[in-house]
Antibody, heavy 112, light 106 residues
């Protein structure tokens, strides 16, 4: 069955970087564009970024443009999100998602 | 930037019909999807391409669209349907979500 499994979340301090990963299985990964979506605690869903099926096109929300980079490795069925210059406004559960399913999410939080 | 507008909350009695709307400029020319999210869980797709239901989603969930407003209808609402519901549309290759509607089954 379709599985999307995120990893890489954790506790960070302002200005630090983090790299999230999403491992896909159960479908032909290279056939689909795939997104990162985040959800701050108690808030709604916010689209973050998308990458085309072959990695040639990438689009970002204004809130992360210039700080986040989405990438994929179709040979390994893996999606990544490199997050730089993090701020406490980036605190959220981060999901990878596409037309066939969503992952369970990985949590990014800030230490006070 | 493109926006989708949903009511923050909707209440329904068990067994009755719940309707959640989603409006947006030129939504009539885009496909709308609906997601259900229960506390502590990932969103689950319940309607795609305006009115299509994924396998495994109960028949009581249906979708429709008229002009620039999409509607999610839950017939014979059950207590298990209490959740947050989000509409979503594509806009120039990106996903846009509505603000979400909390459905309370009283």
């Amino acid at each position: 069955q379709v599985q999307l499994v995120e990893s890489g979340g954790g506790v960070v301090q302002p200005g630090q970087s983090l790299r999230l990963s999403c491992a896909a299985s159960g479908f032909t990964f290279s056939d689909f564009p795939i997104h990162w979506v985040r959800q701050a605690p108690g808030k709604g869903l916010e689209w973050v970024a998308v990458i085309s099926h072959d990695g040639s096109n990438k689009y970002y929300a204004d809130s992360v443009k210039g700080r986040f980079t989405i990438s994929r490795d179709n040979s390994k069925n893996t999606l990544h999100l490199q997050m730089n210059s993090l701020t406490d406004e980036d605190t959220a559960m981060y999901y990878c998602a596409n037309a066939v399913g969503w992952g369970q999410g990985t949590l990014v939080t800030f230490s006070s | 930037s493109y926006e989708l507008t949903q009511p923050p909350s909707v209440s329904v009695s068990p067994g009755q019909t719940a309707s959640i709307t989603c409006s947006g400029d030129k939504l009539g020319s885009k496909y709308a999807s609906w997601y259900q999210q229960k506390p502590g869980q990932s969103p689950v797709l319940v309607i795609y391409q305006d009115d299509r239901r994924p396998s495994g989603i109960p028949e009581r969930f249906s979708g429709s669209k008229s002009a620039n407003t999409a509607t999610l209808t839950i017939s014979g609402t059950q207590a298990m349907d209490e959740a947050d519901y989000y509409c979503q549309a594509w806009d120039s290759r990106i996903w846009v979500f509505g603000g979400g509607t909390k459905l309370t089954v009283l």
